[in-house]
């Protein structure tokens, strides 16, 4: 089965997504190319298809990580955002076989576009249950740094409803974006810092004047802040609720987040 199945959930056709997740284990998403793994891990003993990068880290693939470590995953190839001309959605391509139950020990060719380079990972390392997702980048250097940290010490929210037909130049409570989250600090930038007047229809109204982190959704250059006081995030940005609501976060900490390491 080679395919490039197409991104994207079904929203409002409620009997089509049901007859879709008929005979589907992973019912927590909405996305049909998830759909299409399932439907290929039933046709084929080869399988190679391109997906939205999300596959390998989004909670709501969990399961369908699940199915496709029991099969035998030959290669994962990454594309960052190079592989569809004018399309910023990050993909990638995972070749597996279905015949055999994988054990894991197998080596996994990660062939990446990104860094221009080729690696060989055993499909157990990149897939340990230790973590939350897939890690195809990694290494002895990761490994070193992640014996460092307490894992488990947030959860993480994030409010998709605000929009720029919600935003202004100016207002009473402050939006603050990706962009404006640095290290340790907050930035003014002109043409870019909005606004709004009233926030009682959003979700993240409940952080309002909250002592909770910051950090860019998605990013290659890690930071972190405390939300100011009268300020929100959009969906640019993810807020970090500490699991004990009398955690100290220090000034040091959050340092960390933006160091080289």
Not at 193 to 201: A, E, F, L, R
């Amino acid at each position: 089965v080679v395919g490039n199945p197409p991104f994207g959930k079904i929203k409002e056709n409620k009997k089509l997504l049901e007859q879709y997740k008929k005979n589907i284990t992973n019912k927590e998403t909405s996305n049909i190319f998830a759909f299409f793994i399932e439907k290929s891990l039933k046709l084929g003993s080869n399988v190679a298809l391109v997906t939205p990068k999300a596959i390998i880290s989004a909670p709501e693939f969990n399961k369908t990580r699940d199915l496709l470590e029991q099969t035998t995953i030959k290669k994962i190839s990454d594309f960052g955002e190079a592989g569809f001309k004018g399309v910023k959605i990050e993909t990638v391509c995972i070749f597996f076989n279905t015949e055999h139950m994988s054990r894991g020990e197998n080596l996994v060719k990660v062939e990446s576009l990104v860094l221009k380079k080729t690696d060989y990972l055993k499909q157990f390392y990149i897939c340990d249950k230790k973590f939350p997702y897939w890690l195809i980048y990694r290494n002895n250097y990761f490994d070193s740094i992640s014996k460092k940290l307490v894992f488990n010490v947030f959860k993480v929210f994030r409010d998709r409803q605000i929009t720029k037909e919600h935003t202004k130049k100016t207002g009473k409570v402050r939006v603050i974006k990706s962009r404006n989250i640095d290290n340790n600090k907050i930035l003014d930038i002109p043409d870019y810092d909005c606004y709004v007047d009233d926030i009682k229809d959003f979700a993240i109204k409940k952080f309002l004047n909250k002592k909770v982190v910051i950090v860019p959704n998605l990013t290659y250059r890690p930071r972190a802040a405390i939300l100011p006081n009268n300020a929100i995030v959009d969906g640019s940005a993810a807020v970090l609720v500490p699991n004990d609501e009398n955690l100290q976060i220090t000034k040091k900490e959050l340092d960390y987040l933006s160091s080289d390491e």
